[in-house]
């Protein structure tokens, strides 16, 4: 098998990784099993610090002794990690809440195993003098097979999911009886488990061909290993490009990434009924696959500060339509930017990091942007758990009332807005503290 074959392979992991059939259903499957708002925003805390403590590590790791191994280790972190959601017994509060936190740390572990490493592995594997011209063609690639992905799980998962709609499919086939609620919860699960396994056999397919890393100690493999996160972190605090990159992705990540966590919430709060949630998520997948030619032109056609520019108001708009949330479909169709505004900021990420970083070093300064972007999240899901509490506390109603979170929603787009003011305003002051020929990379245009 050729190792540019990786480039398929990633796609495939990418697909398979990302696109889980319980997603439609995240918040809503956390609080039916029992656990409260706040407790559902400490697990996702708890899966963010497992992505930071392990992140650069395994970006540092892949790059010392091969990305394949980090990347089939992600493949088996995924497949316990399933099996630890499918072992969830119904209505026994404390055991679930014990099973969930080991599964927030596997589901870390997996992520920060993959972060980094499979991006790096792929695009190594492109011939050198046609990386730039190719790799926004796989991520093109990666954007529709996601696409398509997300509308088979969406569908797939919120169906199986609302045991109403379940038994009604099956007395329309002719079935009889009545499937349970705690059956149908599972179903889901199940088929998250079998794209695991899938998931891990393509892990097993990929190719490296790289030199094999020199014999050494452990202390001294250790200590090798932390040397080269120093110089990767300390290349992107002095490179104003990579900087920038990391610190604009952290920004628009955590809060986008916020409200498509919460996005069930939502559509419970605009009225929408939980066999509508695949529906939502098919059509949000099919608009990702018209844009996904728009994002490879976008890198084309502007700079790095113009993408970032215009999807910032994007971002702004739809968080300004969640936070006056209109009732039905109207409301749903006015907060889609943010679901396409996700797919945008990974590939403008994905394209000018790549585009600028040494291929010595790839691994770990993906990883880096992996951690800065979990640990906002994890900091920004841990202060939206605060905020949802002492909200409710000043309106005198429980934290998971629904009106609690449309009250909490009035302020993300104002918090949005002063973060990126004060990242702008830091990178800007900074760019007088740095000596000119670090105050950017080469190849990214900005």
């Known amino acids: 098998m050729s190792e540019h074959s990786n480039a398929r392979l990633f796609v495939w992991f990418r697909i398979l990784f990302n696109c889980r059939f319980y997603y439609p259903v995240f918040t809503i499957l956390f609080l039916d099993l029992g656990l409260s708002i706040g407790e559902f925003a400490a697990l996702n805390v708890v899966w963010a610090l497992t992505s930071v403590v392990l992140e650069v590590p395994s970006g540092a790791l892949a790059d010392r002794f091969g990305r394949r191994l980090l990347v089939i280790a992600a493949g088996v972190l995924m497949v316990l990690e399933m099996a630890v959601l499918c072992a969830m017994p119904v209505g026994r509060h404390d055991i679930v809440l014990w099973l969930f936190v080991l599964n927030r740390v596997l589901s870390g572990a997996a992520e920060a195993c ?12 492109l ?19 996601m696409a398509l992905g997300f509308v088979v799980s969406s569908i797939t998962g919120s169906v199986l999911y609302d045991h109403h709609t379940l038994t009604g499919a099956l007395h329309f086939l002719g079935f009889e009886g009545e499937v349970a609620k705690e059956v149908s919860m599972k179903l889901p699960l199940l088929l998250g488990l079998g794209t695991a396994l899938t998931c891990l056999l393509v892990t097993l397919r990929m190719t490296e061909q790289r030199a094999p890393a020199p014999k050494a100690s452990i202390m001294q493999s ?21 900087f ?46 018209v844009t996904a030619g728009w994002m490879e032109t976008s890198t084309k056609v502007m700079s790095a500060r113009q993408n ?74 841990l202060l939206f758990g605060w905020q949802t509490g002492w909200v409710g ?11 609690v979170f449309a009250a909490a929603l009035t302020v993300w787009p104002w918090w949005f807005v002063g973060t990126v003011v004060l990242a702008g305003a830091w990178l800007w002051l900074r760019r ?3 000596p000119k020929d670090e105050r950017s990379g080469s190849g990214a245009r900005h």
């Open 432 to 434: 007088f503290s740095m």
């Open 127 to 145: 011939p050198e003098a046609e990386r730039t011209t190719l790799w926004p063609q796989v991520m093109a690639k990666l954007s529709r097979g």
């Open 308 to 381: 970032f520019l215009w999807l910032g108001l994007v971002v702004f708009g739809g968080l300004m339509a969640a936070a006056h949330p209109q009732p039905g479909w109207t409301g749903i169709v006015l907060v889609v930017p943010l679901f396409l505004s996700m797919r945008f900021l990974q590939f403008f990420l994905s394209h000018y990091l790549n585009e600028i970083v040494d291929s010595a070093q790839r691994a770990t300064a993906l990883s880096f942007r992996g951690l800065t972007i979990n640990l906002a999240y994890g900091a920004l899901t």
């Open 222 to 242: 250790v200590r090798e290993t932390w040397l080269s996160i120093l110089k990767t972190g300390g290349w992107i605090w002095r490179t104003r490009a990579a």
């Open 244 to 289: 920038a990159l990391i610190v604009f992705g952290l920004v628009f990540d955590s809060v986008i990434r916020l409200f498509l966590t919460v996005a069930s919430n939502f559509y419970r709060l605009v009225g929408i009924e939980e066999g509508w949630y695949g529906v939502i998520g098919t059509g949000v997948s099919l608009l990702g696959l």
């Open 114 to 125: 993959a972060s980094g490493a499979d991006e790096a592995l792929a695009y190594d594997s």
């Open 393 to 403: 506390s000043n309106l005198g109603l429980k934290a998971d009332d629904p009106r």
